[in-house]
T-cell receptor
């Protein structure tokens, strides 16, 4: 089954404690992206990756890091989480190119206290 | 600066009637538009899309209309069914470099279909 998986699905942590949210896709997609969803703001792009070792900032990259060492995996790293990073996070993947639909993971709800 | 706006946070429609969800955008560089549907505790799923060279695209009960001069698109669902109750996100896309599209999402509209 074609899918994007994220782990963990739920996470409560404290300010400053480094964490990683994993994302994996089994569709051999070149393009992967991370979004955060906040009330009244929709989904905003954090980082994206066009292929292995090719990543770039989205609209709200501050406080986040990513890496793309393998085509299927695109982890999101919060080196020093803060309460304003409390949000619902989605990973997505697609075929590279204009107009291709993005496939989304189930989401990770993160709470930073 | 919200480049894609869905001005109705919620919409309630009777089962069997037409649901119309609206979306406005400001950037004329967008050349592809998509609608995503989201159920609670799940990720968004693709519903329907339209290229800027068209003004209408239809898929079963779902039709998307694009008015480029007004920078406006709408999603029509006919007839509406209880399973259509979800949050709908409008998204606009432009190519930033070859192979990479940038998707900008609206705030979402929560659609409720009443029996």
């Amino acid at each position: 089954e074609a899918q994007v998986t994220q782990n963990p699905r739920y996470l409560i942590t404290v300010t400053g404690k480094k964490l990683t949210v994993t994302c994996s896709q089994n569709m051999n997609h070149e393009y992967m992206s991370w979004y955060r969803q906040d009330p009244g703001l929709g989904l905003r792009q954090i980082y994206y990756s066009m292929n292995v070792e090719a990543t770039d900032k989205g609209d709200v990259p501050e406080g986040y890091k990513v890496s793309r060492k393998e085509k299927r995996n695109f982890p999101l790293i919060l080196e020093s989480p803060s309460p304003n990073q409390t949000s619902l996070y989605f990973c997505a993947s697609s075929v590279a190119g204009q107009g291709y639909e993005q496939y989304f993971g189930p989401g990770t709800r993160l709470t930073v206290t | 600066d919200q480049q894609v706006k869905q001005n109705s946070p919620s919409l309630s429609v009777q089962e069997g009637r037409i649901s119309i969800l609206n979306c406005d955008y400001t950037n004329s560089m967008f050349d592809y538009f998509l609608w995503y549907k989201k159920y609670p505790a799940e990720g968004p799923t693709f519903l329907i899309s339209i290229s800027s060279i068209k003004d209408k695209n239809e898929d079963g009960r779902f039709t998307v209309f694009l008015n480029k001069s007004a920078k406006h698109l709408s999603l029509h669902i006919v007839p509406s069914q209880p399973g259509d109750s979800a949050v709908y996100f409008c998204a606009a896309s432009r190519e930033i470099i070859q192979g990479a599209q940038k998707l900008v999402f609206g705030q979402g509209t929560r659609l409720t279909i009443n029996p």
